[in-house]
């Protein structure tokens, strides 16, 4: 089912999960673990990450060689792995980088051979070790390109001429940034950018992480007065402890609340920052639950035990 539909026949808000593949050589069993810590709180869907290759150069016998590196593959297994054993909607992540339109078809025939309905599309983050996206030669430099390819697909235009061809059935969702996407001038240009995605045929935007439920609701006005008429989902991510104060905002290019970033420092130990964290998270979703928003997307970037002390609060409040 596609997940605009999952969205428009809610009753109430629902909740997903987005989960990260284990480094390489790792079991999967981390990510059921994960799956099995939350399943309780009924996840409508699970997306799950893609991670580039980084291309890297190794001197062997005076001969140097380049050597496609990949931390984390393995994200339409365990799509197909978690379909399969917990009968619930996944999603693979589909980036830009480092293919071409020619490998992206390739890899969308298979999706489609294999079943997969809902896709999410993402140019990707430079590789480790670059400064700047590049694209491939005949790739794409922009999300909303590869939301034009599938939706072409979606129509039956294969990137050459085929006589009767079967149409792909994706339904595609797209980043958003409440707080702007960091290369972006600013947040005007940057929705305009958004829209194009939506307009190329993306039927659901899931946000960055947000911190404010006003933050969240002022870049859904802003949306909405851009002509933006898709479900915008937020996304939401439990702050644990006093590392993230550092690398969330390295990492994602966003500010942290001050109350937020109080409460953890001011915090006794460990416990308590945690517990901070967990309660700051708790009273972000219920403000994010009083916006009425379609569902709530949770980071757990391998802090199952600490979405699942948000979750069982909610329960009964709305979730
Ligand atoms: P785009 O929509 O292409 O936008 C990138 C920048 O280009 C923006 O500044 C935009 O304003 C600008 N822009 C867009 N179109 C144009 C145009 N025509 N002309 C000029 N400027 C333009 N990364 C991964 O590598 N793997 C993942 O699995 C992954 N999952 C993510 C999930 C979510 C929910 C989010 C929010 C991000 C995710 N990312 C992931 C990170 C994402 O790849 C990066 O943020 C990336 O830098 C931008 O991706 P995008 O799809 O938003 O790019």
Not at 1 to 9: A, C, K, P, V
Not at 15 to 39: C, M, N, W, Y
């Amino acid at each position: 089912m596609h997940i605009t539909e999952h969205l428009q026949n809610a009753k109430g808000t629902l909740i997903s999960l987005e989960i990260t593949p284990p480094e390489k050589g790792h079991s999967i069993q981390g990510i059921f673990d994960t799956v099995d810590r939350l399943a309780p709180f009924s996840p409508s869907f699970i997306n799950v990450t893609y991670h580039q290759t980084s291309i890297v150069y190794e001197e062997e016998d005076d001969v140097i060689r380049k050597v496609p590196k990949r931390k984390k593959p393995g994200t339409v297994g365990i799509c197909a792995a978690l379909a399969n054993r917990y009968l619930i909607e996944t999603v693979p992540h589909l980036i830009c980088g480092g293919f071409d339109r020619y490998e992206t078809e390739d890899a969308l025939i298979d999706l489609h051979y294999l079943g997969f309905e809902n896709l999410f599309v993402i140019r990707g983050d430079p590789p480790p070790g670059f400064k700047e996206y590049r694209p491939e030669p005949d790739g794409y430099r922009h999300a909303s390109e590869l939301v034009e390819q599938i939706a072409n697909l979606n129509r039956g235009k294969y990137l050459e001429e085929l006589d009767d061809a079967v149409p792909t059935s994706f339904c595609m969702g797209v980043a958003g940034y409440p707080e702007k996407h960091y290369e972006s001038p600013n947040l005007a240009e940057d929705i305009q950018r958004l829209k194009e995605k939506v307009d190329r045929g993306a039927g659901y935007i899931i946000t960055q992480m947000v911190f404010s439920a006003r933050v969240f609701g002022e870049f859904v006005k802003r949306a909405r007065e851009a002509g933006i008429g898709v479900p915008i989902v937020p996304g939401v991510k439990v702050i644990t402890g006093e590392k993230q104060l550092v690398s969330i905002p390295r990492d994602f290019h966003l500010d942290l609340p001050e109350p937020l970033v109080e409460g953890i420092k001011g915090a006794a130990s460990p416990e308590e920052a945690k517990r901070f964290g967990t309660g700051y998270a708790v009273g972000l979703c219920r403000d994010l639950l009083d916006l009425k928003v379609p569902c709530i997307h949770f980071y757990t970037m391998g802090r199952s035990g600490a979405v699942a002390d948000v979750l069982g609060r909610l329960k009964g409040r709305g979730l």
